[in-house]
């Protein structure tokens, strides 16, 4: 109980902090934020809209800077994470909820199939050295080290086109509008394809590699020898005995890789130009939108924070050790 509530506490910390640098850069930046969204009516704002600005963003000059930051905290207890410049005038949290769920859809299936997968041919890879799982190796260190991005646009150099089945770019085609029907969803599944398979070939590959590793670790125990000469099956010793044992740093693995499902693949998201928060990030930089790059970043601290906080249940959960040190 000790532990979790240390963990606890470094992890509010670490929230406070976060949410705390989110509010001073954009007043530490160079410049105005206010000024990009006045020269983008070019002049044609009056003096009191441009005051009414300054408060609308919570950047008023006849506030201290102690009381916009009471204001800010007050912000987003209440959810309000501020207006959009690019959407203008929508709230940045409709803009990142209707964001959101594209990431967590494409990232988060992803993420499953290729933990799922990745572990189950890395057990087979490090348990039957030799075999033909274990020949995967070579393979599977080249796709591990290889940028999410540069897969992406390898991939819409070789299977995108005109004729192509796979389009290069969007999450749907662009004379539909999204619902749940027969005509969108086919769409945005055929969309997903590639930008799927990009993050799969990779990710996969560095489960497969990290399990086979930690198999191997784990057969040279005395306990599994000790199993063997109890005449156990090999089967039962391969999966109740090493592959439970090695798949504890996969588990924390895996929660962390739940918490940069939100912000561990902006890259592709932008090669595809997918609608997801990679790709509105994009828009956001180039409109020096503040107030949305804020609550993206907000949105990815929030997630890892969360992400590192399961795997430290997880732990606490599974390795008995944890426990007796708290």
């Not at 970043?297 to 426990?323: C, G, H, M, Q």
């Amino acid at each position: 109980m000790k532990y979790f509530l240390q963990r606890m506490g470094f992890y509010l910390f670490t929230a406070w902090a976060a949410i705390t640098l989110n509010f001073f850069i954009p007043r530490l930046v160079p410049g105005d934020p206010v000024q990009s969204l006045i020269a983008k009516y070019q002049g044609q704002l009056s003096t009191k809209s441009i005051a009414s600005l300054y408060v609308l963003f919570g950047l008023d000059k006849h506030q201290s800077l102690w009381t916009q930051y009471v204001d800010y905290w007050k912000q987003i207890f209440h959810g309000d994470l501020g207006l959009s410049f690019t959407f203008f005038p929508a709230p940045v949290s409709q803009v990142i909820g209707q964001a959101l769920p594209w990431t967590v859809l494409l990232v988060g299936i992803t993420t499953i199939i290729s933990f799922t997968l990745g572990t189950g041919l890395g057990v087979l890879a490090g348990w039957r050295r030799g075999s033909w799982a274990d020949g995967l190796l070579p393979v599977t260190t080249f796709f591990s080290s290889v940028p999410y991005f540069w897969l992406g646009i390898l991939a819409i150099y070789l299977l995108a086109g005109p004729d192509s089945f796979f389009p290069s770019s969007g999450g749907f085609d662009s004379e539909l509008v999204p619902a749940w029907d027969q005509y969108f969803i086919p769409s945005a599944i055929q969309h997903s394809l590639l930008p799927a398979l990009t993050i799969l070939i990779s990710s996969v590959s560095g489960w497969i590699l990290s399990m086979r590793n930690m198999m191997v670790t784990v057969s040279s125990e005395d306990y599994i020898t000790v199993a063997h000469a109890k005449g156990l099956p090999e089967r039962r010793v391969a999966l109740s005995y090493a592959a439970r044992n090695a798949l504890l740093p996969s588990v924390s693995g895996f929660a962390l890789a739940l918490g940069f499902i939100v912000g561990g693949t902006l890259l592709v998201e932008i090669v595809f130009s997918y609608p997801g928060l990679g790709f509105t990030l994009l828009q956001a930089v180039g409109a020096k939108d503040y107030p949305l790059m804020q609550g993206i970043f907000l949105i990815i601290t929030i997630a890892v924070l969360v992400a590192n906080l399961l795997a430290d249940v997880a732990y606490l959960l599974l390795d008995p050790r944890t426990r007796k040190e708290g």
